[in-house]
């Protein structure tokens, strides 16, 4: 199988992969959230366990079968998350002994200005909600860089013709100084909560390094592909 071609080449190294979508609550009970299952982000956290890598995932409201998976696997560490803020503190935290750092959540990017400590009712009138903008986690842990340590960012973009996706991963890699940025299509039906997925690779030079299709698991042994070749470059 894959696992056995590719051998233990992530051997000791030390991976922090992000995973699901974070929640920005509006009032006690009610959050503003995205349609991310976690799926590829915990995909590959098992793959790199699988490859030999101690890995640490930080979980944000990934669907409870995926959590079970990661639990399961000796070589995995799990952390959880709720909010962007809380996700940023925990990537922060580990990535001071991180080598490799996947940013696969998707997090939301604005929380709500004055969450209501009560439950909102109906008798209150239709609220208004302010929104902030939450910090870039990966811009930041990008800005933050130890030497040897390689940073990974994720991109959904709603798709267009594959020019414009690829001239957005572009820019967006750009501007959030990964090493890699994996550029995926998603609309109404592509992408979330599926088995299979389509991504292509953007690396540090601006080119397609790699493009990978399949089910979320070979997407992720690519992914490693490219990280395991960036790393072992002179
Ligand atoms: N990301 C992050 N912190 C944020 C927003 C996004 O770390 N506040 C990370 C995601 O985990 C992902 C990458 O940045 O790895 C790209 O996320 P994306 O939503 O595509 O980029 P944005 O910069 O938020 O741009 P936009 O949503 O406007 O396309
Ligand atoms: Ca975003």
Redesign the pocket.
């Known amino acids: 199988s894959r696992m056995l071609a590719a051998g233990a080449d992530l051997d000791g190294t030390r991976v922090v992969v992000?995973a699901g979508g974070t929640r920005e609550p509006i009032d006690p009970v009610r959050f503003i959230g995205n349609r991310s299952s976690g799926r590829q982000g915990i995909a590959i956290a098992l793959a790199a366990a699988d490859r030999g890598a101690d890995v640490t995932l930080v979980a944000a409201h990934v669907e409870d079968a995926q959590l079970d998976a990661a639990h399961a696997h000796p070589a995995i560490r799990v952390e959880t998350a709720g909010t962007?803020a809380e996700?940023?503190e925990r990537?922060r935290a580990l990535a001071g002994s991180a080598d490799v750092i996947?940013?696969?959540?998707?997090?939301?990017?604005y929380r709500v200005a004055d969450v209501s400590d009560h439950k909102l009712a109906k008798e209150d009138g239709a609220p208004v909600l302010s929104l902030v903008?939450?910090?870039?986690?990966?811009?930041?842990?990008a800005g933050a860089r130890r030497d040897g340590q390689t940073i990974?960012?994720?991109?959904?973009?709603m798709p267009t013709d594959h020019e414009t996706v690829l001239e957005?991963g572009i820019r967006?890699r750009r501007?959030?100084g990964?090493d890699l940025?994996a550029v995926n299509e998603v609309g109404w039906e592509a992408g979330f909560e599926r088995a299979e997925n389509a991504v292509a690779l953007i690396g540090s030079d601006d080119q397609v390094v790699a493009e990978a299709t399949g089910s979320k698991r070979e997407v992720a042994d690519a992914l490693l592909d490219a990280i395991v070749a960036l790393r072992s470059r002179p």
């Open positions: 992000s962007a996700l940023g990537m996947v940013m696969a959540a998707a997090v939301a990017d903008e939450n910090d870039d986690i990966l811009a930041g842990l990974v960012g994720f991109a959904a973009e957005r967006k501007r959030k990964v940025l």
